[in-house]
C-alpha cells in the first residue's frame, strides 16, 4: 500500500520555478524531490499558500502527485515576514481541504519554519502524525552576515526555528556545516539530524558545446562569461563580485571578461526594481563597467543548462549559503564554480579544488582565482572533468532513496 506523505510549502510554490517566476532554490527542491518519491512508491500532496485566484486550486502533476493552493489571507504574493499571521489560516484551510477529500497522511514533511509552525499547529490539535523538517536557511546564520537590522530576521523566526529543532520527529540538513549549527546553536539532539545534500537533475545539466551555448544565450564568443545565479539579497555577496570584475579589468585590460547576473525582476523600469537590484545598479555606474556587467533577470529552468555551458566560470559569493543548488547545476554541467567558505557546497569539493574556495567578502583574493582559472588551461579542463564526476551521486534519484530512508523510520 503507497504511504501518503503531506509536504508543506507554505511561503513558496514549487510551481513558480516552472512559470518563470523568481524563485530561489527551495522550489526547485521540493518539486524534483516530490518527483522522484513518487517514482519510488509515495503519494505526494504539496500544500502551498495560493498567490493568485487564478491558479487553479488543485494541480495534478503525475497520478500521485498534486500541488494544493491554500487559501491562507489575500491571494497574492507577500513578503515572508507577513506569513506567521496567516499561519493558523493556512492550517484550517489544510484541516478543511483533508475532511473534503477524506484524507489521511502517515508523514508530514515541512520546508522552511512557516511550514514547521503548520505542523506544530496539527500536532497541538491531536493529530499526531510525525514530522519531518528541513530547514532550508537558519536565522541565526543569516542574522551573523547580516549588515544592518533590515536584513536581520526577527526574534519570531529565531524562537520558532528553536522549538521546532526540539520538536520535529527528524531533521534533514542540507550541509555539515547547518547540521553542526542546529547542534550546537539550536541545541537539537544530534542523533535525530542527518545531512542529506539537495540534489540535481543529471539529465537536464549536462555538458554541450560552449560555442553553441554562448550563440543560443547571445553571449560574445570573445568574452570570458562569469556568471550568478541566484535570489539578488545582500547576503548573496554580488556587489563583491562586481567588485572582483573591476579589479580584474583594472589588472588585466586584455582579458576579456564580462560578468552576467541571472536572477531578480528586470522586466520593469529601473526604478520599480528592488532595493538591492537597483543598489548592485549603482554600484556598476559608480565602476563605470555598464557595459561589462549585465542583468539578465529570471530564467526558466530548463534555460538554466544554456547559460551555465556558455559561461567558463560560476560563482557563489554568498555571506551565507546553506548549500547553494546552482553551484552542483553547473558542476554538472563541467563548468569550474568558485565558492565562498560559508557554503554547503565545500562540502562535496575535492581536498584538490581549494582554489575554487575563495573568502567572503575579499573581492581581491576573488579576482585573483578567477583570474587564475581563466588564464590555465590545462588546469581548468582538469578540474571540469573532476568536479563533473563529483556530482554524480547528487542525482534526485539517490537523494530520493536517502530521504525515504529517513521517512521509513517512522512509517
Known amino acids: 500500500m503507497h504511504k501518503r506523505i503531506a509536504m508543506f510549502s507554505v511561503h513558496t510554490c514549487p510551481l513558480a520555478f516552472e512559470e518563470g517566476k523568481e524563485t530561489g532554490g527551495m522550489n526547485v527542491y521540493v518539486m524534483a524531490l516530490a518527483q522522484e518519491l513518487v517514482k519510488i512508491g509515495y503519494i505526494v500532496d504539496i500544500f502551498t499558500r495560493s498567490q493568485s485566484q487564478k491558479h487553479k486550486k488543485i494541480v495534478n502533476v503525475s497520478p500521485r502527485l498534486r500541488v494544493v493552493h491554500l487559501v491562507a489571507g489575500k491571494e497574492k504574493p507577500l513578503p515572508k515576514q507577513q506569513l506567521l499571521q496567516y499561519i493558523d489560516e493556512f492550517t484550517n484551510s489544510f484541516l478543511a481541504f483533508t475532511q473534503k477529500e477524506n484524507l489521511e497522511f502517515n508523514l508530514f514533511h515541512a520546508h522552511y519554519y512557516l511550514s514547521g509552525k503548520v505542523c506544530q499547529k496539527l500536532r497541538a490539535i491531536g493529530l499526531n502524525i510525525p514530522f519531518i523538517m528541513t530547514f532550508h536557511t537558519l536565522a541565526l546564520m543569516k542574522n551573523l552576515v547580516a549588515r544592518d537590522e533590515l536584513e536581520r530576521e526577527g526574534k519570531e523566526r529565531i524562537d520558532a526555528e528553536i522549538t521546532l529543532a526540539k520538536e520535529a520527529n527528524y531533521i534533514i540538513a542540507s550541509s555539515q556545516t547547518d547540521a553542526q549549527y542546529l547542534q550546537y546553536l539550536y541545541s537539537c539532539d544530534k542523533d535525530k539530524i542527518t545531512v542529506v545534500y539537495p540534489g540535481v537533475d543529471a539529465h537536464l545539466f549536462l555538458p554541450m558545446d560552449k560555442q553553441k551555448a554562448k550563440k543560443h544565450v547571445g553571449a560574445d564568443f570573445n568574452h570570458k562569461l562569469v556568471l550568478y545565479v541566484g535570489r539578488i539579497e545582500p547576503l ?128 581581491l583574493l576573488l579576482a585573483s582565482q578567477i583570474i587564475k582559472l581563466l588564464t590555465n588551461e590545462e588546469e581548468y579542463k582538469k578540474i571540469s572533468t573532476q568536479i563533473q564526476k563529483q556530482v554524480r551521486d547528487l542525482s534526485w534519484q539517490q537523494i530520493s532513496q536517502k530521504i525515504s530512508r529517513v521517512y521509513k523510520k517512522f512509517l
Open 236 to 363: 548573496k555577496g554580488i556587489d563583491m563580485l562586481i567588485y572582483a570584475l573591476k579589479i580584474i579589468l583594472e589588472q588585466h585590460p586584455n582579458i576579456k571578461v564580462c560578468l552576467w547576473i541571472i536572477g531578480g525582476d528586470v522586466s520593469q523600469k529601473k526604478h520599480l526594481w528592488s532595493n538591492e537590484l537597483q543598489r548592485l545598479e549603482k554600484l556598476r555606474q559608480l565602476l563605470n563597467i555598464e557595459t561589462m556587467v549585465y542583468f539578465v533577470g529570471q530564467k526558466h529552468q530548463h534555460e538554466l543548462p544554456y547559460y551555465y555551458n556558455a559561461a567558463e566560470l560560476v560563482v557563489m559569493p554568498s555571506h551565507y549559503e546553506s548549500f547553494g543548488m546552482a553551484a552542483i547545476e553547473a558542476m554538472s554541467c563541467g563548468v569550474p564554480v568558485i565558492t565562498t567558505n560559508v557554503s554547503g557546497v565545500t562540502d562535496i569539493l575535492d581536498k584538490r579544488h581549494q582554489q575554487l574556495i575563495t573568502a567572503v567578502n575579499n573581492p
